[in-house]
């Protein structure tokens, strides 16, 4: 492990780093002039507009000549988008650097880290929302000096004999994961020493609301597709506990995810009334792994799930990021050095692409078994493709979907890197047709919606936090305005884009002390 400086000096670093990348002072009244206001809330775009920015929040908005005084910041025409939201990471990963790896690479995963809250920003993602978090997890993000506005779910809720808790010791389970539930419904077992009652519904809620968290992820995971040629069995919670979960929360105000990705999990969603799917349904039973097209009843199912009013985030980057591996121009893409520093991209192109061997001895039999490609990186891609039109015909058919990435998502590729990942995720949406205004209000204001922070964020409006990503083109004409953006706008604070860029050498340190979770 490498030597530290001392915390006095960290502190001075992060003192430098923020007033060397800093443009504003958010403390000054703002007024943005020159600008073509688009926000989803809008029935069409406000031309020649100006906004006054004041501590910290959208003060006055208005067309023609500003009002006197202030700070004066001249954007020749630009567009003003909300800040964008992804309501689906995981902040405690590096993109193809499995979570066992971190201290053999240690520098590597430390600089990246310190990238990764302005990789966000460098794309326009002014918020995050982290469905499984820690509190070293969080407190890393917190102690940068940029960084996006940072919501979370507390620790995913899992079962005793469910999804995830097979993996950890039994020894350690309770200290893990102090906030299971149990499911008196269909629960076959407890840890030792441990009381029912202390793992109800409103135990559970009670648990992730005092970690602070604003929404709770439940899991619904068959892992169809799981590695060896002994599949585990994971008890699967019932409908009727999920039901009881998303009562006790939405009574408390906080959305419930359900992670699923079968026609059972679809089915479980619906029956429960949860209000987000976290996936979609990637796993089709009896059906090779890579066919084109859902058995009719799986159609169906998801055909009764875009009309049921539950919310998806489709996260195609969880799909492409296994493609990936066989996909040797996605490292050529020359933003990644934008959002990562480049010897972290050098370790993608060598020592990582060993996850591709490790991926082909774990899961290529089961996936080959049924699939009728020739080769599991033809099997990948197919996959890929067959998820794309799925989730079109979803759109096409008035479901409602929330933006978010997954990201970094799991062990395995390297196709989710931060900020950049989120660009990739919004030209899939457009790529399956998804409407540009849809597009630009599943990333914004519909996402605020679900997970209720519209009071503050999601639209251009008086009286909400100024955080406004600023394009030269137009996203309601090409979804790749969305990587013309000159500036980012958080809290007020104005940021020129190129300084949250990798390649700026804006590199901070976060606390050395917190732990790296493991999973």
């Not at 958010?26 to 943005?32: A, D």
């Not at 993996?167 to 309770?174: G, L, N, R, V």
């Not at 993608?348 to 692409?353: E, G, V």
């Amino acid at each position: 492990m490498r030597v530290y400086f001392s915390a006095l000096l960290v502190m001075l670093s992060l003192a430098i780093t923020a007033c060397s990348i800093s443009k504003s002072d958010p403390n000054t009244e703002q007024v943005l002039t020159n600008l073509t206001i688009v926000s989803p809330h809008l029935y069409a775009p406000i031309e020649n507009a100006w906004i006054v920015v004041r501590d910290d929040r959208i003060a006055e908005i208005g067309t023609g000549t500003p009002p006197a005084g202030g700070v004066r910041h001249d954007f020749d025409g630009a567009y003003a988008i909300p800040g964008l939201i992804d309501s689906h990471v995981h902040l405690y990963h590096a993109t193809g650097l499995k979570p066992q790896l971190t201290d053999e690479y240690d520098e590597l995963y430390d600089d990246y880290m310190a990238q990764m809250p302005k990789s966000y920003l460098y794309f326009g993602f002014t918020s995050v929302i982290e469905l499984n978090t820690d509190r070293e997890t969080n407190s890393r993000i917190l102690a940068a000096p940029l960084h996006p506005r940072l919501f979370h779910c507390g620790q995913g809720v899992i079962m005793p004999d469910g999804f995830m808790a097979l993996e950890t010791p039994k020894e350690q389970f309770t200290k893990i994961h102090p906030g299971f539930l149990y499911d008196h419904y269909r629960s076959r077992s407890l840890p030792e020493n441990v009381n029912a009652s202390d793992h109800t519904p409103e135990a559970a809620v009670n648990y992730v609301k005092q970690s602070g968290g604003q929404c709770l992820k439940l899991y619904f995971e068959e892992a169809l597709w799981w590695p060896g040629p002994r599949k585990p069995t994971f008890h699967l919670p019932s409908s009727k506990i999920i039901q009881d979960v998303t009562k006790v929360a939405n009574a408390g105000g906080l959305p419930v995810l359900l992670h699923a990705t079968t026609p059972n999990g679809m089915k479980a969603a619906i029956t429960s009334d949860v209000n987000i799917l976290a996936h979609g349904m990637w796993e089709w039973p009896r059906q090779p792994f890579d066919a084109a097209t859902p058995l009719p009843e799986y159609q169906a199912i998801m055909d009764e799930l875009a009309l049921s009013g539950v919310k998806l985030q489709p996260t195609f980057t969880t799909i492409a990021n296994t493609k990936s591996m066989y996909d040797p121009t996605v490292l050529e893409d020359p933003r990644w050095l934008d959002v990562i520093p480049k010897p972290y991209l050098e370790y993608l192109k060598t020592d990582a692409q060993s996850q591709r061997l490790s991926f082909e001895r774990m899961f290529a039999g089961r996936i080959m078994q049924s699939a009728s490609s020739d080769t599991l990186a033809e099997a990948q891609i197919a996959f890929n493709e067959r998820y794309k039109r799925l989730i079109a015909r979803f759109s096409d058919q008035g479901g409602s979907l929330l933006f978010g990435t997954d990201t970094a998502v799991g062990g395995f590729g390297w196709g989710a890197p931060p900020g950049l990942a989120g660009y990739w995720e919004i030209q899939t949406w457009a790529d399956i047709g998804v409407p540009l205004p849809e597009l630009l209000a599943a990333l914004t204001l519909r996402n605020a919606e679900a997970f209720n922070l519209d009071r503050d964020l999601g639209s251009i409006e008086v009286g909400k936090k100024a955080d406004i990503a600023v394009l030269k083109e137009n996203p309601l004409i090409s979804a790749a305005a969305y990587d013309t953006i000159t500036h980012v706008i958080l809290d007020g604070q104005i940021l020129e884009r190129a300084s949250l860029s990798a390649k700026s050498g804006n590199l901070t340190d976060y606390d050395p002390n917190l732990t790296r979770p493991l999973q």
